[in-house]
Structure formats: C-alpha cells, structure tokens
C-alpha cells in the first residue's frame, strides 16, 4: 500500500493559462474521488469515479473543469483558463468500494494552486 | 450541506483526554457517524466511525449518545501530533462512499 499520490504538489501558474494535475490512486481502488479546500475550509466535493466512470459531478465543477479516468486506474483534473478563485488545494482520495460498511477514503496530500 | 455542528477550536494539554463533541440532530437511522482529521499540509486521514455502539480502535473512541444527537470523539492520551482540525461527517454508507465535510474544530495540543 503506497498511498494516494498526486503530482505536483505545488503549481504556480499565470490567470488565463491551463493546468493539469494528476492522481494516482491505490492500487485496486476502483473508486476515486476529487475535493477541492480552500484556506480555512474543509474539502468541497467536486466529482467521483467508479473506474473509468464518472458518476457524480458537483456544480461547483464549472465547465472549465474537466476530470478523466481513462483506464480506471490514474485520474487527471483540467482547469482551463484559470482564474485568481481557482486557487487552492486539490485533493484525490480512493476507496476499494466494496460496499462494506467499515470502508474508508485514502486521500493524497494534495496539489497546492496558486493562480497569480 | 453538513448536517453537523462542532466547535471552531479546542485547547487541549498534553498527555490530557481530548474530548471533541458533535451535534447531528438530524441524523437518520441509517446514517453512520465518521471522524477524520487533517494535518496541517495533508489530507484527510480516517479516524474511527459508528453507527449506534460506542467504537474503540488504535486511534480513538467513539461514542455515541442513545438518541443518537451527538458524539463525542476521545483521544486518550493526546500528543502534539494530534494537533490538527478534526472532521465529524454524517452519512449513508455506500451512497458513492463521497463524504461532505463541514468546516471541523481545530485541535491544538499544547505541552
């Protein structure tokens, strides 16, 4: 059990421009969710997959946000034009999605961005 | 929408029981009670959950009053490593397993 890893862990980036981060959820997870948090608020929900499946999308996901899960193994998280409110941290969690009742998330420990 | 309450910030000494309350009024029947908390610069790590009995694992106890209004989440022992903001989330299991969050009571343990 390597643990959630997302990449990169910091992005600075220019209002306007595009950004990709990506997700790497444990291995076998076949569920794989994205939050995003800002300064002194607890994660928002934004989108979740069951494999490659994208299930459920929070309206706070607007069109310039885009998540895939080709393959159902990473995930990747597009903003496109990016604005000063984008900033903050995105975070990735997976679940085996076993349907038993003592599962759990397994987050990753982010990506901070940082729209100038 | 979170359907708890929980107090912004909490001060606890070190070595001291840490006890976090939470209020779901509204919880339903079928709703299971789950801690997480978050450490400074990380995500979110799993705590402990229940539905309607008090739990005990490595990390904290549960427990859960009768009526099933309130919980109180205890660290026994706590140590500075505790400090962080801790989460009490109400859910249905297996409802896509997502989790909604509130904002939590931030920890500071204090030697």
Redesign the interface.
């Known amino acids: 059990d390597t643990g959630v890893s997302q990449d990169p862990r910091h992005k600075i980036t220019k209002r306007g421009q595009n950004v990709t981060f990506r997700c790497d959820p444990i291995s076998e997870h076949n569920r794989l969710y994205w939050y995003r948090q800002t300064l002194g608020q607890g994660p928002e929900f934004l989108t979740y997959f069951q494999n490659e499946a994208q299930l459920e999308k929070s309206r706070l996901l607007s069109d310039r946000f885009s998540a895939e899960r080709p393959k159902g193994s990473f995930s990747t998280l597009e903003i496109q034009r990016t604005e000063q409110g984008d900033s903050a941290m995105y975070l990735c969690a997976s679940s085996p999605a076993t349907g038993d009742v003592n599962e759990k998330l397994f987050f990753g420990s982010g990506t901070q961005l940082s729209v100038l | 929408d979170?359907k708890t309450t929980q107090p912004t910030s909490m001060d606890c000494a070190e070595g001291r029981a840490a006890n976090l309350p939470c209020n779901h009024s509204t919880i339903s029947g079928n709703e299971?009670v789950?801690w997480?908390r978050q450490i400074h610069?990380?995500?979110?790590?799993?705590i402990i959950?229940g539905?309607k009995n008090n739990e005990t694992n490595e990390m904290a106890s549960l427990i859960i009053t009768e009526d099933r209004k309130s919980s109180t989440l205890i660290l026994p022992h706590a140590t500075l490593r505790d400090t962080a903001?801790y989460?009490c989330i109400v859910q249905i299991?297996?409802q896509?397993?997502?989790?909604?969050?509130?904002?939590?009571t931030e920890l500071s343990v204090k030697p």
């Open positions: 979170a299971y789950y997480y610069s990380q995500g979110p790590q799993y959950h539905l903001v989460y299991y297996n896509g397993g997502k989790l909604i969050f509130g904002q939590g």
